[in-house]
């Protein structure tokens, strides 16, 4: 999850490294941005490295490199949104985020109140009103620097992010959960899952809980979300008696400001994030798409 500066080359060695520690201060907030733009943490590095690549050169005729890459990493995050929607649009089943584990290496470039839901809510908004949304009410970026950003005026960026803000009213951060708490209901829940525990899985779940299973044609996962408590225990009950092995806990950790845990299913490393509600588990986000584990803590042998 480093992306370090590659490929320097300035003119003199003086500037190569003021230029090179000037990207640098950028680059926490760069992936930071790149990352809520495209849900992958591969592809948030991907971009910073392509501002780097296009800074590069044109740092002599940059006065504020903080808006220049800004602009740069923007750009190229829509471009990237582009060609994902299109291929999403044949990916099987549900897509998710990549899980972004909140552990001390990423701690000091994930600094916001977006949660793991909300990432997921942001798909319904188009490329122009995600980036309106995140560069003014996440990053506190002027309307008139976003404007030059998505060559838009600053009266149809304050719509675009005011049309996206409504689309995702009811996913904004609902709660705030300690480690602590955070582990107890990781752990609770999956040992009520593992034993297809009916009694302690109603007292968990709301009545409108939703499982969403991201296999990505890789792995066997559910091909629609299933929704209502009634059949998301049956599913659970299904699963558990299904097993070849026994299911194994391997951690729990917070992801984007969720519960969660990483765990073995027959063998086959799984994330699991929790979204709640008045006390209540509302959604239940499992990630099986080996593709998007790359940059979780896996046990020898399974990376």
């Known amino acids: 999850m480093n992306c ?7 003119k003199g060695s003086a500037t190569r490294d003021q230029r090179a520690a000037q990207f640098e201060s950028e680059q926490k907030r760069l992936l930071r941005l790149a990352y809520r733009m495209l849900g992958s943490v591969t592809e948030a590095e991907d971009a910073v490295q392509d501002a780097w690549l296009r800074w590069h050169g044109k740092e002599d005729e940059v006065d504020n490199a903080a808006a220049y890459l800004t602009r740069v990493v923007t750009r190229v995050c829509l471009d990237r949104l ?3 929607q299109r291929r999403r649009e044949i990916y099987v089943g549900p897509w998710l985020p990549e899980p972004l584990v909140c552990e001390v290496e990423v701690d000091h470039w994930i600094e916001d ?11 319904r908004l188009s490329p122009l009103e995600r980036a309106a949304f995140l560069l ?16 838009r005026e600053p009266a149809a960026v304050r ?34 899952a593992r034993d297809g525990d009916t009694a302690q899985l109603s007292a968990m779940l709301a009545e ?19 929704r209502g408590i009634e059949r998301v225990i049956r599913l659970l009950q299904h699963a558990n008696r ?10 729990t950790m917070i992801v984007d400001g969720l519960p969660g845990y990483l765990s073995l299913d027959d063998g086959i490393p799984q994330a699991t994030i929790l979204d709640s509600r008045d006390g209540k588990i509302v959604g239940i986000y499992i990630v099986k798409n080996p593709d998007k584990l790359t940059h979780m803590q896996l046990p020898a042998g399974l990376d």
Do not use: C, Q
């Open 159 to 192: 719509k675009l992010a005011s049309r996206a803000r409504r689309n995702i009213k009811e996913e904004r951060k609902r709660y705030s959960i300690d480690a602590e708490g955070a582990d107890r209901m990781a752990r609770a829940f999956f040992i009520a």
């Open 242 to 251: 299904k097993h070849v092995a026994y299911p194994t806990l391997l951690h």
């Open 4 to 10: 370090s500066v590659r490929g320097a080359g300035y």
């Open 136 to 151: 003014h009410d996440v990053f506190d970026i002027p309307l008139s620097e976003i404007a030059l950003t998505l060559e």
């Open 113 to 123: 109140d977006i949660t793991y839901s909300l990432m997921l809510a942001m798909e």
């Open 82 to 84: 582009k060609s994902a």
């Open 208 to 226: 409108d809980v939703e499982i969403h299973t991201d296999g990505g044609g890789r792995i066997f996962a559910l091909r629609n979300i299933v």
